[in-house]
């Protein structure tokens, strides 16, 4: 390992994608910006990433098809401590039900801890949501079985799933529609199985098409299989939602990246040429908004200073979305 930034993924605390990064103790973030050239180039092999802030200490290599960027023992370590695991009975905290709609005939059930607002369904790629319920972690989780059983509603979707339908959803009433049916089947739960310490919560859907900037941006046509050693990914970021970057190639058109693939990766900057910065990070990290991608030690550009933009290309296995060929070689 060269001791590089590493890429944390994706994260949405507010209603802008970030990307966040480590180098052993130090956390920095990249704020990111529709419009804003982002691209890096893959060095060496994809190592663990760890468990809950901890160094993997066998510093496995995992492969580059991994989402999760785990060896078997962090992933198992991670997992364990999870609100998905049910390993944490008493936990204080007041938890939500939610229903999200990823696409026609895809709507999930999940539960995200209350304090955590909507950040939760903008991380899954959630294109609608509405809230369900409220209360303690088991009776969220006992609503969610509820729902399951009586309405078969799952608690998973792929990734792969979400992705082949975002080029092509429906109109805004009609997204709607298909959360405001699913929670009137729910609402009539209550006093069958519905758990007494849920307070049910008023339906209010919610629609995150412009916020992904799904509105605007051309239809994706392929997306990242892995990354390679030396691999290129380099666009214009025109949406992003949950984990996905949609970044626009030149000769390619829009390919989605999965950031869950590049965790584990020393990234580098790729060729650039200097252009007024569109947006900045927080000038501590490394620079990748705006930017050519995450050199170690690059330092973040300021507001209104010259940025970077990398050269649109991808040198990486990709495969069409929805169809699951391999675009023709690696490179």
């Known amino acids: 390992m060269s001791g590089?930034?590493?890429?944390?993924?994706?994260?949405?605390?507010?209603?802008?994608?970030?990307?966040?990064?480590?180098?052993?103790?130090d956390r920095r973030v990249s704020v990111l910006a529709y419009g804003s050239?982002?691209?890096?180039?893959?060095?060496g092999e994809r190592h663990c990433v760890g468990a809950r802030g901890n160094v993997c200490p066998l510093g496995a290599v995992v492969p580059g098809r991994s989402t999760g960027g785990r060896c078997a023992e962090c992933a198992r370590l991670d997992r364990a401590h999870s609100v998905a695991?049910?390993?944490?009975?008493?936990?204080?905290?007041?938890?939500?039900?939610y229903l999200a709609w990823f696409g026609p005939g895809m709507v999930k059930v999940g539960i995200t801890g209350e304090e955590r607002g909507a950040a939760r369904l903008r991380e899954q790629g959630?294109?609608?949501?509405?809230w369900l319920g409220r209360g303690p972690l088991m009776a969220a989780r006992r609503t969610e079985e509820v729902l399951r059983a009586a309405l078969k509603v799952p608690d998973r979707i792929p990734y792969a799933r979400k992705r082949a339908v975002r080029g092509r959803l429906p109109g805004r009433e009609e997204r709607a529609a298909e959360v405001a049916e699913l929670y009137g089947r729910a609402a009539a739960l209550e006093g069958r199985g519905w758990p007494d310490s849920l307070e049910r919560l008023p339906l209010e859907v919610v629609d995150q098409v412009a916020l992904f900037g799904l509105d605007r941006a051309p239809d994706p046509v392929r997306s990242v299989r892995e990354l390679v050693d030396g691999g290129v990914v380099a666009g214009r970021l025109v949406a992003a939602a949950g984990p996905d970057l949609h970044l626009a190639v030149d000769g390619v058109g829009v390919v989605?990246?999965?950031?869950?693939?590049?965790?584990?990766?020393?990234?580098?900057?790729?060729?650039?040429?200097?252009?007024?910065a569109k947006t900045a990070a927080d000038g501590a990290g490394p620079e990748v908004a705006g930017s050519a991608g995450a050199g170690a030690g690059a330092g973040a550009g300021s507001a209104g200073a010259a940025s970077v933009v990398a050269e649109s290309d991808v040198r990486v296995p990709l495969i069409d979305i929805g169809g699951g060929g391999v675009q023709g070689g690696l490179f």
């Open 4 to 25: 590089g930034w590493w890429c944390a993924g994706v994260r949405w605390p507010g209603e802008v994608p970030e990307l966040g990064w480590s180098r052993g103790g």
């Open 37 to 43: 050239g982002l691209g890096f180039r893959a060095l």
């Open 85 to 97: 695991a049910d390993t944490m009975v008493d936990d204080p905290r007041t938890y939500r039900v």
């Open 126 to 130: 959630a294109v609608v949501f509405s």
């Open 256 to 276: 989605v990246l999965d950031t869950r693939l590049i965790t584990g990766w020393d990234l580098a900057a790729v060729p650039a040429e200097a252009v007024p």
